[in-house]
């Protein structure tokens, strides 16, 4: 009986030892995946990757910032020069304009100058019949003399006094001879086409009376006598 007694509490201790060693474990286990859930929850254990993300962000966020920065600068300045090339080709464009209108119109000015510079000479160069009334023959108007407007009154005179001297049969003197036009007594110099007479116009010649020439001549009689 004794011997079956005390194999009794050997099984029995060796139950609870078991029993005991079995929760032991089990409670280690627990205790185990307790703690590393907690280390982890508290960043005790990182992922490698994830570390080396978070330590190359701040300076991936500072390199992007200024690079960001570098292009605004940038892109302020290329306004800037952009604005200012607009600028300068906008003026450049107006001066061209405006050298382009000038010229157009200095152009213009020598063409429209040439064209009446033309047409005066055209003027000028064209043909004119004219008369000549006066008492001096009977066969009065005298003409047709035919002459360019650009003849002057010498011209005329030279016409008439060699009409004259071929129909006239007593010629008064070339110096006892004037012409007038519209009552104005003409120098020789003078132009035709200046004066205003135009074909088939008719000037007027007089006879100067001998007296007119003696008083005309009479200071020079006088300085040569002095």
């Known amino acids: 009986m004794a011997e079956a007694r005390i194999r009794a509490n050997k099984e029995k201790d060796v139950h609870k030892k078991l029993a005991s060693d079995v929760f032991a474990n089990q409670w280690l286990v627990n205790l185990q995946q307790n703690a590393f859930s907690d280390l982890d929850e508290h960043s005790y254990f990182r ?8 330590e190359f962000m701040p300076w991936l966020q500072s390199y992007s910032t200024d690079k960001v920065e570098e292009a ?3 892109r302020v300045w ?15 464009v107006t001066a061209a ?12 000015e020598a063409e429209r100058k040439r064209l009446a510079e033309e047409a005066e ?5 064209r043909s004119v019949e004219i008369y000549i009334h006066t008492d001096v023959v009977p066969e009065s ?11 002057t009154v010498g011209k005329v005179e030279e016409e008439i006094i ?15 001879l004037r012409f007038l036009w519209n009552g104005q007594t003409l120098d020789k110099a003078n ?3 200046d004066l205003g007479v135009e074909t088939l116009s008719t000037i007027t010649m007089e006879l100067i009376e001998e007296i007119e020439i003696e008083e005309e001549g009479d200071p020079i009689e006088e300085q040569e006598s002095d």
């Open 121 to 125: 000479a055209v003027r000028r160069g």
């Open 191 to 193: 132009i035709l086409y």
């Open 47 to 54: 992922d490698p990757t994830e570390l080396a993300v978070a």
């Open 78 to 92: 290329l306004d800037g020069m952009l604005e200012k090339t607009f600028e300068k080709g906008q003026d450049e």
């Open 162 to 176: 060699n009409w004259l001297q071929e129909n006239a049969d007593d010629p008064p003197p070339p110096e006892q």
């Open 141 to 151: 108007p005298v003409g047709p003399i035919n002459l360019k407007a650009s003849s």
């Open 97 to 108: 304009i405006d050298e382009r209108a000038r010229q157009q119109a200095a152009a213009e």
């Open 72 to 74: 605004a600068e940038a």
